[in-house]
C-alpha cells in the first residue's frame, strides 16, 4: 500500500486520530508524513491509551481489527510498517496481556515472530 493510502486509511477508520495526524503533517510543513511516522507517533500512543480503559470503553478492538487487516496483506512495506513502527515499540507496554489477547491471529503472528527475534 503506498505510504498516502495508509495514512488516509488510519484517519478515515479512526477519526479521533485526525488532529494528532495533522499536527504530525505540520510539523513536516504540510508534506505528507510517511506511515512510519504517523502509525509510530499518532496510532501507538492511542493504543496504549486504549489499553488502560475499562474494556467496554475501549477503542481497542477496533484498532486490533484494522491491524489484522493490515497484517493480512502480502504488501512488505505495510507489514514493516506494523511490525516496526507499531508492534515493536509496544513491546514494553504494560498491559501485554490484554494486548496480545485482541490480536488477530496474522497479527499474533507477527508478534510472536517479533518477540522471538527480540529474545
Do not use: C
Amino acid at each position: 500500500m503506498k505510504p498516502e493510502v495508509l495514512n488516509r486509511a488510519l484517519v478515515r477508520r479512526f477519526p479521533v486520530l485526525v488532529d494528532g495526524y495533522l499536527e504530525v503533517k505540520r510539523l513536516w510543513g504540510g508534506e505528507e508524513p510517511g506511515p512510519h511516522v504517523v502509525f509510530g507517533d499518532v496510532l501507538v500512543p492511542f493504543i496504549r491509551t486504549a489499553l488502560t480503559q475499562e474494556p467496554s470503553a475501549s477503542e481497542l478492538a477496533p484498532v486490533m481489527e484494522f491491524l489484522e487487516e493490515l497484517s493480512s496483506t502480502a504488501d512488505s512495506d505495510t507489514l514493516d510498517v506494523v511490525v516496526t513502527s507499531v508492534l515493536e515499540p509496544l513491546l514494553d507496554v504494560a498491559h501485554r496481556p490484554r494486548f496480545e489477547e485482541a490480536m488477530g491471529p496474522r497479527t499474533r503472528g507477527l508478534w510472536g515472530r517479533l518477540v522471538a527475534d527480540m529474545g
